[in-house]
C-alpha cells in the first residue's frame, strides 16, 4: 500500500505527483532510502537516478540535481528537469560529456559550470546504459 506522497517539480511544471511505497534519491553524498514514518529531513541532490516503488513496481528516472524535503509522508523535490530513465538519450549525453571535457574554463564559475555538467552527462550515460 503507498504511504508516501511524491511531488516532484521542475521550473516548467509539476512533472510526478503520485503515491509511492518508497523513495530513494541521489543526495550529494550517496543514496538516501525514504519510506512512511522517515523522519523530517532536507537534502541536496546529485544527478542521479530518483527509484519509485508503487504497488511493488519499480520506476526509475533521472534528475538533474535540486532540493528534497521529506515532512509528514510527502517526498518533495526540486529539480532542473526529470525525465524517465527509458527517455534518456545516451548518445547526446556522450556527445555532451566529450564537448563539455575539452571546453576551455579558465574562470572559476567555468570551471563550477563545467564540472556540473559533466556530472550530468555521466549520470546520464550510467542510467542510460542500465547502471
Known amino acids: 500500500m503507498a504511504n508516501l506522497q511524491v511531488v516532484v517539480v521542475t521550473p516548467e511544471c509539476t512533472a510526478i505527483d503520485q503515491q509511492a511505497d518508497s523513495v530513494t534519491v541521489t543526495l550529494m553524498d550517496g543514496e ?5 514514518g522517515h523522519a523530517p529531513m532536507i537534502g541536496r541532490l546529485a544527478p542521479g537516478e530518483l527509484r519509485l516503488v508503487s504497488g511493488g513496481k519499480p520506476n526509475s528516472f533521472y ?30 549525453a556522450e556527445q555532451l560529456l566529450e564537448k563539455t571535457q575539452i571546453a576551455a574554463s579558465d574562470k572559476a564559475e567555468l570551471v563550477e559550470i563545467k564540472n556540473k555538467t559533466i556530472a550530468q552527462a555521466r549520470a546520464q550515460i550510467r542510467l542510460a546504459s542500465g547502471r
Open 32 to 36: 538516501a532510502g525514504i519510506l512512511a
Open 63 to 92: 534528475v538533474d540535481g535540486g532540493f528534497v524535503q521529506v515532512a509528514d509522508n510527502v517526498v518533495s523535490i526540486l529539480t532542473g528537469r526529470v525525465v524517465p530513465v527509458n527517455q534518456i538519450d545516451r548518445t547526446a
